[in-house]
Structure formats: structure tokens, C-alpha cells
């Protein structure tokens, strides 16, 4: 049977317009394109889509994970669970603000040491001047296939209080820090160092979410800086391959024709080079924006929290509640406001990232 539609003609008459039946050797392309694409939408659906699901479903229950969450043994408590994460003064809700107050200094510098480092670095394999390119290349990217519990361990060793860094850092008169054990933040360090010891008036008496102006202005704990110079160097070299393949792709003719124009090496760079890699930078940036804000294997070797909850992350928090605590509902729902965090930022990290038309 065709179907039949009506066109308008310049005289403002209609005609039919009879559209073709679908063959049948087309009906067999796309019966065996399905086939095809089968077990991968079935690994999709029974791995990811029905897990969210049914987290969606535990994390309106008071569940301790001893039975089906299915079974009608666990009780329901609707929204009580986001409630006691989000609204309800007490040590969950506090402990999820800073959290959050951790990761958001942990995401700002993390993610930005990882977009410089790694286009420096993309910079520099990309340049025809090096010799042994290929030889630093697999240099910078051995981070990123190496076992993330080795470079953890790696790096506890190293910032230990009679580690490898305090010993660098003595030859240069720099009494090194108590990594695992100073509580306080960088800024309030330096402010220490000006004579700033207890935090003002304004800033103590105001609080959002629970803590302080003071607390929220506080900046990463030593601790904190550890672990962001562990996830830098550990993921650079990821990020590396990103940028190197959009450098790769910007043709040689148009640096060459730039410098023929009298542009200088920063000029062609500046209006060259990051105007062609906007959309690999924002891509990075994206990526290391989600991965920041799923930091979990780190703190779980290195820290755990501590100290003074310093290096707390709501990835770490889901942890703890589910597996640690037995209340698998209030773990969910940190993963799903977490999962939230992450959606926002990062549509607004696109919409802000986005090319703009003249």
C-alpha cells in the first residue's frame, strides 16, 4: 500500500505526491542491522539502564541490602533519604557539604593543571624539533596504563613526613608539611603566615549548606594537594593523546602561510593554534570535569577521608553509607544528587565552551 501527500505548486495548486514502499530487501538491511546491534543494546540495557533503574528504586527505600530490594522487605520512605542529604541539619548532610566543598577545590585545580600539563605536553611531542618523539610519547602515557592503586601507594611514600618531597623541598630551606595530618587549608595557612588566625566575624557567622564562609574559603588541605598532583600526573598523559590528535589535524600549510605573514611564534599560537583546538579543549575539559567529580580509588588508598574529613568526596561518602554502613538507600542518593552535580556543570561547561556564530 504507498501512502499519499499533497505538495504546494508555484499556482497554489496541489498534487499527490506518491511516496515508494519500503522494498524488500530493505526491510532485510534493517531486520539485520537490529540482529546486529542486538547484543550490544542488550549488554546496555541489563548492565546499565536496569542498574540505574533499580538504584533510582533503592534509594527511595530504607535498605540494608540483606534481601531483594524487590521483595517489599525493605521500607519505602520516598524522598526521606535526599531529604536527610539535602535539608536535615546533622553529621549526613554535613559531611556531604564537605564533600562537596573538597571536591569543588579538587575539580578547579585539578582539572585545570590537567588541560596545561597535558597541552604542554601535547605541544611538545607534536614539535619537529624534539628528537625521540615517539620515545617521550610512551613516556608520558605510561601513567595512564599503570595501576592506579601502585601510583597511589607510589605517592604515600613519596609525601610522607620523611618522604622523598620533604627531603627536596628541606635542601631549599622549606620545612616540609605533615601531608596526611594538617587539617587546615592553603589559604588559611597563608593567611596564618600574615597573622590571620581566626576567621572574621561575617565570615564565621554566615553558612551555607550547613558550614561556614570560613570553611567554604578555606581552599584543599595539604592532603588534598597531594592527591591532585597524584591525579594530574597520573591522567595527563590520557588527556595528551586528545590534544595530540587535534594538533595533528591542523594542516601544516596554514602555520607555514601565518609565518610568511610576519606572525610571530605566540601570535600564531594564540590566534592560530587555540582557535583550531577549541573543540579538543573543550572536550578535555569536559572529560576531566566528570572524572574529577568521580574521584574515588585515591582517597580510598591514600586517605579515606582524613584528615578531618579533608579529603572527603561524595563518591567516597556512597562508599561508606552502602557497603560501610549497611544504608544502601541514602548511598544511592548521594550517587544520584552526585550524578546531578555532574549533568549541570557540565552542560553549563558546554554551553559556555560552545562556538558562537558572527
Not at 142 to 165: E, H, N, R
Request: aromatic residues 12%; positive net charge.
Amino acid at each position: 500500500m504507498t501512502a499519499t501527500v499533497t505538495r504546494d505548486t508555484p499556482a497554489g495548486r496541489t498534487r499527490p505526491v506518491r511516496r515508494r514502499p519500503v522494498s524488500g530487501y530493505r526491510l532485510q538491511e534493517r531486520r539485520a542491522g537490529w540482529l546486529f546491534v542486538a547484543p550490544a543494546v542488550i549488554v546496555l540495557v541489563v548492565f546499565l539502564f536496569a542498574p540505574i533503574v533499580m538504584a533510582a528504586w533503592v534509594s527511595l527505600l530504607d535498605w540494608n541490602g540483606q534481601s531483594s530490594p524487590f521483595s517489599g522487605e525493605a521500607e519505602f520512605v520516598g524522598l526521606s533519604n535526599y531529604q536527610s542529604l539535602l535539608a536535615d541539619a546533622g553529621l549526613l548532610r554535613g559531611d556531604f557539604m564537605l564533600s562537596v566543598r573538597n571536591t569543588l577545590y579538587y575539580v578547579l585545580f585539578n582539572v585545570t593543571g590537567v588541560v596545561v600539563l597535558s597541552f604542554v605536553l601535547a605541544l611538545a611531542v607534536n614539535s619537529y624539533v624534539l628528537r625521540g618523539r615517539s620515545f617521550f610519547r610512551t613516556v608520558f602515557y605510561f601513567p595512564a596504563i599503570t595501576s592506579s592503586v601502585a601510583i597511589s601507594v607510589l605517592f604515600l611514600f613519596l609525601f610522607q613526613g620523611s618522604g622523598v618531597v620533604n627531603v627536596v623541598l628541606s635542601w631549599v630551606g622549606i620545612d616540609g608539611p605533615t601531608w596526611f595530618t594538617d587539617p587546615r587549608g592553603v589559604l588559611h595557612i597563608v593567611l596564618g603566615w600574615a597573622g590571620v588566625d581566626a576567621a572574621p566575624g561575617a565570615l564565621a557567622d554566615t553558612t551555607v549548606g550547613g558550614l561556614s564562609l570560613w570553611n567554604w574559603l578555606s581552599g584543599p588541605s595539604v592532603a588534598m594537594c597531594a592527591l591532585i598532583a597524584l591525579t594530574i600526573w597520573a591522567s595527563s598523559g590520557t588527556f595528551m593523546l586528545f590534544f595530540l590528535v587535534g594538533l595533528q589535524d591542523i594542516p601544516v600549510e596554514l602555520e607555514e602561510a601565518a609565518a610568511i605573514d610576519g606572525a610571530s611564534a605566540w601570535q600564531r599560537f594564540r590566534h592560530l593554534t587555540l582557535l583550531l583546538m577549541r573543540r579538543s579543549i573543550v572536550l578535555v575539559i569536559t572529560l576531566a570535569l566528570i572524572s574529577s567529580w568521580q574521584v574515588f580509588d585515591q582517597v580510598f588508598i591514600l586517605s579515606q577521608g582524613a584528615p578531618a574529613k579533608t579529603t572527603l568526596t561524595p563518591a567516597y561518602i556512597s562508599y561508606v553509607r552502602s557497603f560501610g554502613d549497611g544504608q544502601f538507600g541514602v548511598g544511592a542518593a548521594v550517587a544520584f544528587v552526585l550524578f546531578a552535580i555532574i549533568i549541570v556543570l557540565t552542560l553549563v561547561q558546554r554551553w559556555v565552551g560552545r562556538e558562537r556564530r558572527a
